[in-house]
T-cell receptor, first 111, second 113 residues
Framework: QKEVEQDPGPLSVPEGAIVSLNCTYSNSAFQYFMWYRQYSRKGPELLMYTYSSGNKEDGRFTAQVDKSSKYISLFIRDSQPSDSATYLCAMTGNYGQNFVFGPGTRLSVLP | NAGVTQTPKFQVLKTGQSMTLQCAQDMNHNSMYWYRQDPGMGLRLIYYSASEGTTDKGEVPNGYNVSRLNKREFSLRLESAAPSQTSVYFC????????????FGPGTRLTVL
C-alpha cells in the first residue's frame, strides 16, 4: 500500500460545479496536510495547509482533515475554467519529517 | 523578487554524460529540496538541505549528488546519467520549520537517451 493514495482522475466538471478532491494516507504521524495546485508545465504552488484535524476555508476552497479516518479532502466551490490543473495533496510530520506527496488528480473545468 | 529559479529549463543528455542542475532562491529560506516528478508517481524527494552546510537523503537519492553552495543555492548533480533519470526536476525552498510551506521553482525537463 502506498503511503498516500489519490484518485488520479482525470476529473471533468462543468463550470460552476462543486469539486471534491480526496486523499487517503496510512501514516498516523502526519500532522500537516497540504494542497498544491500545478498548472501544466509549471511548478506546484501551495493552495493551503491544515494542521491536525478540522476544516480551513480560503475563498472558494475548503480543506478538510479527518485524522481518525486518515482522509483529507479539498472542496472547490463555483469552479472556474482557471481551476483546471493537477491538484496534489501532501503531508508531513510536526518537524517536517517524512514529507510525502500524493500522485495528483487532474481536474478539467469545462466552460 | 524572483522566488525560486532553476537552470536549465530543458536538457537532453546521452547515457553516461554528467550534468548539474542549478537552483537559487531569494526568499532567505534556510531549507531547500530537490524532487523528481514522473507520471503517476507524484513528486518524490531526492535530497534536501535543512540549512546551509547540511544535506540529507530523501526517498530516491541513488544516482544523484547535491551541494548546498550557500544559503541561496542548492545544486543537483547527475554523475553518469541513465535513461531512468528522465524526469522533470523541481527545486523548492521553505523557511526553518516550514516544510509544510514549500515554494517551488519552474522545473527542469531532463531527457536521457
Amino acid at each position: 500500500q502506498k503511503e498516500v493514495e489519490q484518485d488520479p482522475g482525470p476529473l471533468s466538471v462543468p463550470e460552476g460545479a462543486i469539486v471534491s478532491l480526496n486523499c487517503t494516507y496510512s501514516n498516523s504521524a502526519f500532522q500537516y496536510f497540504m494542497w498544491y495546485r500545478q498548472y501544466s508545465r509549471k511548478g506546484p504552488e501551495l493552495l493551503m495547509y491544515t494542521y491536525s484535524s478540522g476544516n480551513k476555508e480560503d475563498g472558494r476552497f475548503t480543506a478538510q482533515v479527518d485524522k481518525s479516518s486518515k482522509y483529507i479532502s479539498l472542496f472547490i466551490r463555483d469552479s472556474q475554467p482557471s481551476d483546471s490543473a493537477t491538484y496534489l495533496c501532501a503531508m508531513t510530520g510536526n518537524y517536517g519529517q517524512n514529507f510525502v506527496f500524493g500522485p495528483g488528480t487532474r481536474l478539467s473545468v469545462l466552460p | 523578487n524572483a522566488g525560486v529559479t532553476q537552470t536549465p529549463k530543458f536538457q537532453v543528455l546521452k547515457t553516461g554524460q554528467s550534468m548539474t542542475l542549478q537552483c537559487a532562491q531569494d526568499m532567505n529560506h534556510n531549507s531547500m529540496y530537490w524532487y523528481r516528478q514522473d507520471p503517476g508517481m507524484g513528486l518524490r524527494l531526492i535530497y534536501y538541505s535543512a540549512s546551509e552546510g547540511t544535506t540529507d537523503k530523501g526517498e530516491v537519492p541513488n544516482g544523484y549528488n547535491v551541494s548546498r553552495l550557500n544559503k541561496r543555492e542548492f545544486s543537483l548533480r547527475l554523475e553518469s546519467a541513465a535513461p531512468s533519470q528522465t524526469s522533470v526536476y523541481f527545486c523548492a525552498s521553505s523557511a526553518s520549520g516550514g516544510a509544510h510551506e514549500q515554494f517551488f521553482g519552474p522545473g527542469t525537463r531532463l531527457t536521457v537517451l
